[in-house]
């Protein structure tokens, strides 16, 4: 087996699709698993030098990620990669009691041994900007402080009301945390006082601004991971960060180029997104030969096989009229119905289950080569309905980064080698589902 550079979790699929193409772009042969693989799974995959398990701890219970995560971080150690990665959503939205991304590090803390875990956030590829700690993030060419964009200060389970990450960490873990910020990454004595913090503090954040405190960033994390500080945690930016550092070292060669896989003639989309972003993409959609049928999300979790027997039908009967289908449960905030789903325990995750139920059946009974699955809460759950094991890359979207056309891999003859879309709910531009249609990577 080729030796591991980089192991990772991702605390939902999209997120972790998004790590897998920064490394596969940059010509680090990735897989990303669906749960620790089997060992014929894992041999299938042995040239590949990251290797990923794509999770669902974003919306999961601190005790969920007691049982589920130390058993998967234990696994992950034992590739030896020389860095491992908990990898959360850039927007970093998080709770004590939903996705707790001080809870995940204090358990990989523990596995891993080591004093000090490293935290990146900052990835100016997707818009995400970190200084003096506090984060930014655009929205349609705008920049905003977390704790005041139109989407992730209102998120409907873990809206971000706190830009400065120290403070919005520390009400999920009791570990001293330090920052790296943009002074001292450019001061001339950087490498003794990161070394001096990492020595005193649980958790170093890295401010990263721009492609200069990126690349120093990079530098100091591969840094301290050859000093023992194997485990981090954060957005894809530790991975941006560190493929400048490997870049300058020679430790990986050159970027890599992957073809179109052509147009298809139908798609289909299931959505759980209730992002304005998702909303607009469904509009723009429909005016480009896409339908959309509503679905009313509180039947799909109460109604059982009924309700989702009648998306498929709706969905059967678009397709066969050779147009392609999106099925939503929300268009946009104004349609969002999570406080009557709340109501009903374990409700979101039945969403994500049912619209993939309904998305594997509209692949088996129409032959459906390609698929989008929209909202990173909805894909982690809805993906596992497929019955896919694994997923590579199949076309990098750089026009909009972390949602890539990836390539299903499993036992499941009808989802074997489906061409199949993660996307975030305010992830690409306005044409994006036409784009993955036409397989178009810009």
């Given at each position: 087996?080729?030796?591991t550079l980089l192991?990772?979790?991702?605390?939902d699929f999209t997120g972790?699709t998004?790590v897998?193409e920064?490394?596969a772009?940059?010509?680090?042969?990735?897989?990303l698993?669906?749960?620790?693989?089997?060992?014929a799974m894992?041999?299938?995959?042995?040239?590949?030098?990251?290797i990923?398990?794509a999770?669902?701890s974003?919306?999961?219970?601190p005790?969920?990620?007691q049982?589920?995560?130390?058993?998967?971080?234990?696994w992950?150690?034992?590739?030896?990669?020389?860095?491992?990665?908990?990898k959360?959503?850039?927007?970093?939205?998080?709770?004590?009691?939903?996705?707790?991304?001080?809870?995940?590090i204090e358990i990989?803390?523990?596995?891993?041994?080591q004093a000090?875990?490293?935290?990146i956030?900052?990835?100016?590829?997707?818009?995400r900007?970190?200084?003096?700690?506090?984060?930014?993030?655009?929205?349609?060419g705008k920049?905003?402080?977390?704790d005041?964009?139109?989407v992730?200060s209102?998120?409907?389970?873990?809206p971000?009301?706190?830009?400065?990450?120290?403070v919005?960490?520390?009400r999920q873990?009791?570990?001293s945390?330090?920052?790296?910020?943009i002074a001292?990454?450019?001061?001339?004595?950087?490498a003794s006082?990161i070394?001096?913090?990492?020595s005193d503090?649980g958790?170093l954040?890295?401010?990263?601004?721009?492609?200069?405190?990126?690349a120093?960033a990079?530098d100091h994390l591969?840094?301290l991971?050859?000093?023992?500080s194997r485990?981090t945690a954060?957005?894809?930016?530790v991975e941006?960060?560190l493929?400048?550092?490997w870049r300058q070292q020679g430790?990986?060669?050159?970027?890599?180029?992957f073809?179109s896989?052509g147009?298809v003639?139908?798609?289909a989309?299931?959505?759980?997104?209730?992002?304005?972003?998702?909303a607009r993409?469904?509009s723009?959609?429909?005016?480009d030969g896409?339908?959309?049928?509503?679905l009313?999300?509180v039947?799909?979790?109460s109604g059982?096989?009924?309700?989702?027997?009648?998306?498929?039908?709706?969905?059967i009967?678009?397709?066969?009229?050779?147009?392609?289908v999106?099925?939503?449960?929300?268009?946009?905030?104004s349609a969002?119905?999570g406080a009557e789903?709340?109501r009903i325990p374990g409700?979101?995750?039945?969403?994500?289950?049912?619209?993939?139920?309904?998305?594997r059946?509209l692949?088996e009974?129409?032959k459906?080569?390609?698929a989008v699955i929209?909202g990173g809460?909805t894909?982690?759950?809805a993906l596992?309905e497929?019955?896919?094991?694994?997923?590579t890359?199949?076309?990098?979207l750089?026009?909009?980064?972390?949602?890539?056309l990836?390539?299903?891999h499993g036992?499941h003859?009808?989802?074997?080698?489906?061409q199949?879309?993660l996307k975030?709910?305010?992830?690409?531009t306005?044409g994006?589902f036409?784009q993955?249609?036409?397989?178009?990577?810009g």
């Open positions: 087996m080729a030796e192991s990772y979790y991702g605390d972790s998004d897998m920064a490394l772009s940059n010509g680090v042969a990735t897989v698993f669906l749960g620790i693989p089997s060992p894992r041999q299938r995959f042995r040239d590949c030098r990251a990923g398990i999770g669902t974003r919306s999961e219970t005790e969920w990620m049982q589920q995560l130390t058993p998967v971080f234990e992950l150690k034992g590739l030896g990669a020389a860095i491992c990665h908990y959360v959503c850039s927007t970093f939205d998080s709770s004590p009691k939903v996705g707790s991304i001080g809870t995940a990989g803390k523990s596995v891993f041994e000090c875990v490293p935290v956030v900052g990835a100016p590829q997707l818009g900007y970190t200084s003096f700690g506090n984060l930014f993030a655009t929205y349609q920049m905003f402080r977390i005041r964009h139109p992730m209102r998120h409907p389970v873990t971000m009301d706190e830009a400065d990450l120290i919005h960490l520390a873990t009791g570990l945390i330090a920052l790296a910020d001292t990454l450019s001061s001339p004595d950087a006082r070394d001096a913090m990492a503090a958790i954040f890295f401010d990263v601004d721009s492609p200069q405190t990126q120093a990079g591969w840094r991971a050859r000093k023992g485990f954060g957005s894809s930016g941006y960060a493929l400048n550092s430790v990986i060669g050159e970027k890599q180029h073809a896989p147009k003639e139908r798609l989309v299931v959505s759980g997104s209730v992002s304005p972003t998702t993409q469904i723009a959609a429909t005016a896409f339908d959309s049928v509503s009313d999300p039947e799909l979790v059982g096989e009924e309700a989702v027997a009648r998306a498929v039908d709706d969905g009967r678009i397709l066969k009229s050779g147009r392609s999106i099925l939503n449960t929300a268009l946009g905030p969002d119905r789903i709340d409700a979101r995750h039945r969403l994500g289950r049912s619209l993939g139920m309904i998305l059946q692949v009974r129409e459906l080569p390609r929209a809460d894909s982690s759950h596992r497929l019955r896919v094991e694994a997923l890359t199949l076309l990098p750089p026009q909009t980064p972390g949602s890539p990836c390539l299903a036992s003859g009808p989802t074997d080698g489906l199949i879309a975030g709910g305010q992830i690409g306005d994006y036409a993955i249609r036409d397989g178009q990577g």
